[in-house]
């Protein structure tokens, strides 16, 4: 399993060095203009906060990146055939390649926690976003991801193109929230009055297409013959 | 069954089918393959070999029938079919950015009958250079490391399909001095596809030919070659006569002379050619795999 894993992890690199990027890249702006004196009227800690939420946003495109190229990504170089007359069971590939998209959740999130967390409880008195709202945003870019990941996974795991896999994990949770505000809309329900009603079902309906299309996906390529 | 019986064929392929579409490519293929044999499948482009390699290697869905390899299931047990098969495929798609070493290193960890003895000999008999990259490999180079892959776990059976396609003759002639060196060495059940019909001719002892995804001809290739003959007559006319010897796989006229390639040959088909209207003088010759593959093949032709 270890050399598998490493196999997967050194298919996947450049996405992996693509999110140390990104995970840098917008606290290291905040930093520059705070140097430069170009931070405006925002604090530096919240300029931080703000960084850390945008890079989370951000940061979530890998999920869709690791789970568009799984499988297809070695189908679109044909080194899935080259995988395929190898003794390993489809579970063994299925599980090192779910452990390596795993792997970038604590890469992803860990740090940007971490430095929301240190400076939303050491930054001074003043007015702060109530918790549940902050949990709330948190929440909706996990399940976006979450989202990209399970729906490029089960495209990967059916087709040969990763850019394909990639584009329909990334375009779904759009749909989501274009269909609810569709549902909304022609059903002439009302003013659901918060829009946490609204991101409580974005986020069930997110969940359950997550988890079908991971199973799905996995089930399909369980019972598949081909590479 | 689960675990590979030491009894019984090494391949045994019942009523095997694929169909891509409507189209048939393996079209109900029965075929059993001896232990410690050199099989070689022969046939055109399009017959079916890739197709009936790749099921039995479980790489591709079977539609129907049974392939069997040491007497495991090949659709149950594939994973275990692939530990004791070593596999040389016609293109050669091992991850391009692994250096040579990462490549074995690799394919070690998967194969529970891993032989670092084996690899070193073929590593040294090969001259592979463990630090290059797979992406900078010549052809010939990369074809000498799948087979050092197919034959480092020791496996009971070898499968080439079309191994030496695109290689010039000096690596040609390397990997089947290695393909050679396992089958002396270990001797393994070898199945090998491949239009290099002089090749399949110095190793295999027996040959199957596929034809439109059927087996039309099947059996010990020196049985084959000595039964099998071709009777050159010459013509008075030039006209073909209307009545063929039994057992005629294909003849064809050129000029003044006729050329029937008979199976099952005798001395009374040889009678009956002379007793012939319009046959003026008649011999026998021997005939190679590679004319009687041809001429195999165009008779079918003739009647599709």
Redesign the interface.
């Known amino acids: 399993m270890k050399w598998l894993i490493w196999k997967d992890y050194r298919v996947n690199r450049l996405i992996f060095i693509t999110t140390l990027v990104l995970l840098v890249a917008p606290h290291a702006l905040v930093a520059i203009s705070i140097w430069r004196g170009a931070g405006g009227p925002t604090s530096p800690a919240d300029a931080f906060m703000a960084s850390s939420v945008y890079a989370l946003g951000l940061l979530q495109l890998a999920f869709a990146l690791l789970g568009g190229n799984s499988i297809a990504g070695e189908r679109i170089d044909r080194s899935a055939e080259f995988l395929a007359y190898l003794p390993v069971s489809r579970g063994r590939i299925l599980t090192s390649k779910l452990l390596v998209a795993l792997a970038a959740v604590p890469l992803v999130w860990l740090p940007n926690l971490v430095i929301f967390a240190v400076i939303y409880a050491a930054r001074p008195a003043g007015p702060t976003p109530p918790v549940e709202y902050i949990l709330c945003v948190l929440g909706s870019i996990a399940i976006t991801g979450l989202t990209f990941f399970c729906v490029a996974w089960l495209f990967s795991c059916m087709l040969r193109s990763p850019t394909f896999s990639v584009c329909a994990g990334l375009i779904t949770p759009f749909l989501v929230v274009t269909g609810i505000c569709w549902v909304v809309y022609l059903l002439k329900l009302p003013n659901p009055g918060s829009p946490l009603i609204v991101l409580w079902w974005y986020g069930g309906l997110c969940l359950v297409i997550s988890a079908a299309s991971f199973l799905s996906g996995a089930l399909y390529y369980l019972r598949r013959v081909e590479p | 069954m689960t675990n590979s019986s030491s009894d019984g064929p090494a391949i045994e392929l019942s009523g095997l089918t694929k169909v891509f579409g409507s189209t048939p490519a393996v079209d109900n293929l029965s075929l059993k393959i001896d232990r410690g044999s050199t099989f070689g499948l022969l046939g055109p482009n399009g017959a079916g070999k890739s197709t009936t390699i790749k099921m039995l290697?479980?790489?591709?869905?079977?539609t129907a029938g049974e392939a069997r390899v040491l007497g495991v299931d090949v659709?149950q047990n594939?994973?275990?079919v692939?530990?004791s098969v070593g596999?040389v495929?016609e293109?050669?798609?091992?991850?391009?950015?692994?250096r040579v070493g990462d490549v074995i290193?690799?394919?070690r960890?998967?194969?529970?009958t891993w032989n670092d003895q084996t690899c070193h000999e073929m590593v040294d008999l090969f001259r592979l250079d463990l630090s290059k990259k797979v992406k900078h490999l010549s052809k010939g180079t990369l074809v000498k490391l799948a087979l050092l892959l197919a034959v480092s776990h020791d496996p009971q059976v070898l499968v080439l399909d079309e191994p030496i396609s695109g290689l010039d003759p000096v690596a040609r002639e390397e990997f089947l001095d290695g393909v050679l060196r396992t089958i002396c060495q270990r001797g393994q059940t070898v199945l090998i596809s491949s239009h290099t019909l002089d090749d399949v001719q110095r190793l295999a002892d027996t040959v199957g030919i596929l034809y439109d995804g059927r087996l039309l001809m099947h059996g010990r290739l020196d049985e084959i070659l000595s039964t099998t003959k071709r009777i050159r007559a010459t013509l008075v006319d030039g006209r073909r006569p209307t009545s063929l010897p039994a057992g005629t796989i294909h003849d064809r006229v050129q000029g003044r002379e006729w050329l029937v390639t008979v199976s099952g040959f005798q001395a009374e088909k040889l009678e009956h050619v002379r007793a012939l209207e319009g046959v003026a003088h008649v011999e026998v010759a021997d005939i190679g795999l590679e004319d009687l593959f041809k001429d195999i093949v165009k008779a079918q032709r003739a009647t599709t």
């Open positions: 290697m479980g790489m591709l869905s079977i659709a594939a994973t275990i692939k530990d596999y495929p293109t050669h798609h091992i991850y391009r950015w692994m290193g690799f394919c960890a998967l194969y529970t």
